[in-house]
């Protein structure tokens, strides 16, 4: 894929990917984001806990079933940030700037399947309102 579309290639379907899931849950009235992240979650067969830190922040706790990621594969540290950068990243930020236009998101990993070799993803989810 990357030697076709160049190095972006697979960040832009992502992000267009994100965009459509973030249509299709506005569509169904689906648009408060603690509730939207955690279906799309469980919608892969995931255990996902939300925690609130403050109203800029989240942090995200996904559990697998399995020492494997249902995008990213099994423990492969030398894949992981691809991955992140490329997939997870700009999926989710499309996704929720979908759900919530008005707000900026940005998501740290701090801990990656495919880079940690357990059976948990933990990310941080940063928003904030855009200025008008």
Avoid: W
Wanted: contains cysteine.
């Amino acid at each position: 894929m990357v030697d076709i579309g160049g190095p972006n290639l697979p960040k832009s379907v992502s992000s267009k990917l994100g965009t459509k899931l973030g249509k299709i849950y506005k569509k169904r009235k689906i648009k408060k984001i603690e509730p939207a992240i955690k279906k799309s979650l469980n919608a892969l067969g995931e255990l996902v806990n939300l925690i609130e830190e403050n109203e800029n922040k989240f942090e995200i706790q996904v559990k697998h079933k399995n020492k494997f990621c249902p995008i990213g594969g099994k423990y492969n540290p030398t894949k992981a940030e691809f991955f992140q950068e490329s997939i997870c990243i700009p999926f989710y930020i499309a996704f929720l700037n979908r759900l919530d236009p008005r707000s900026y998101y940005n998501i740290r990993v701090k801990s990656c399947v495919v880079s940690s070799n357990t059976n948990y993803c933990i990310f941080e989810l940063f928003g904030k309102k855009r200025e008008k």
